[in-house]
């Protein structure tokens, strides 16, 4: 298979569904060789994997509520695949712990179990893949963050400061490894339309959620997806330290 992504082994942690598993797709469509990761369903990764387009796919298991278990990944990804060219950081895991209405075991509970997931996870990959990318030359970390870092998440304050400490952890890594060719960009998706949102944007909240956004509606996963192909695919080693809002204009920062 031609394509931008040729000859390129990228690892997307979370691709047995949702946005991981559309990003998985744009890669494979592009060219690459995709490290397929799940944490438990693996029927649903090998159903991604035996949809991808072209060769060389491989899957992937790792829970990483033990985020020190994480930097095995990497080297048994390296292992099967031969090196490592991009990794997207994309599963996580959102809690509601409604501040006022949680025990203090809950509220705690709900802290670490959040952050083992979507922010020591990351980083422990991170650092297991720069070393590899550093040996190769270069390399591309993309980590999934969110909107909810800037506007709040008042309903799960643990997703939302996760998030805004994998934005955080992007822009010290990008200053970090630029000297090492490697670049590190955040995304920052509004809703998407993902099991992971579903519970809303289903319910009675929909409708106002669709209308956060002049466009009257949330993100499609391959939209998301089509914006970290991109991030793999190009050659300009100054798209680094960037936080790229996906938001449908629903929340501008200034
Ligand atoms: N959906 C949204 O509205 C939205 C908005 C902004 C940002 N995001 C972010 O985008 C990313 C993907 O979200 P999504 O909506 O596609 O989520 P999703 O549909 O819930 O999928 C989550 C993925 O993460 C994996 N995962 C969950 N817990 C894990 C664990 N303990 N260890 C290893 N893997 C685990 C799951 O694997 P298994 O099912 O195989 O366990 C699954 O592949 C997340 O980081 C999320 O925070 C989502």
Redesign the pocket.
């Known amino acids: 298979m031609s394509g931008a992504l040729q000859n390129k082994v990228c690892l997307v ?9 559309a990003i998985a797709a744009a890669l494979a469509a592009d060219g690459a060789s995709v490290g397929i ?6 029927q ?2 090998e159903k991604v994997a035996a949809d991808l387009p072209g060769t060389g796919h491989a899957l992937f298991a ?4 033990d985020a020190d278990l994480a930097p095995d990944l990497v080297d048994r990804v390296v292992q099967s695949m031969g090196r490592l060219d991009v990794l997207v950081n ?5 809690r509601a712990h409604s501040l006022l209405n949680v025990d203090a075991g809950e509220w705690m509970k709900r802290w670490r179990e959040v952050l083992e ?2 922010l020591f ?1 990351p980083a422990a990959l991170c650092q297991s893949a720069a070393a590899c990318m550093v040996a190769q030359g270069g390399g591309r970390i993309i980590n ?5 870092a800037f506007r709040g998440e008042p309903d799960g304050p643990a ?1 939302g400061a996760s ?1 805004a400490g994998l934005h955080s952890l992007s822009q010290s890594l990008a200053v970090a490894l630029a000297p090492h060719n490697i670049q590190v960009v955040a995304v ?10 579903s519970a809303l944007l289903d319910g009675e909240s929909g409708v106002a959620i669709r209308g956060q956004s002049p466009l009257n509606r ?2 499609r ?1 391959d939209e ?1 997806a089509e914006t970290v192909r991109f991030l793999a695919a190009t050659e300009a080693q100054f798209l680094t330290g960037a936080i790229i809002d996906i938001n449908g204009a629903s929340y501008l920062r200034t």
Do not use: L
């Not at 990761?37 to 693996?42: F, I, N, P």
């Not at 999934?144 to 909810?148: A, D, K, L, P, V």
């Not at 998706?189 to 099991?195: A, I, L, M, R, S």
């Open positions: 942690t979370g691709a047995s569904r949702g946005i991981g598993a990761h799940y944490g438990s369903d693996q649903a990764a790792a829970d990483f509520s994309n599963a996580g895991i959102y997931v979507n996870g999934i963050g969110s909107r909810g997703y998030k920052a998706p509004g809703f998407v339309e993902t099991d992971m949102a949330v993100a996963p998301i």
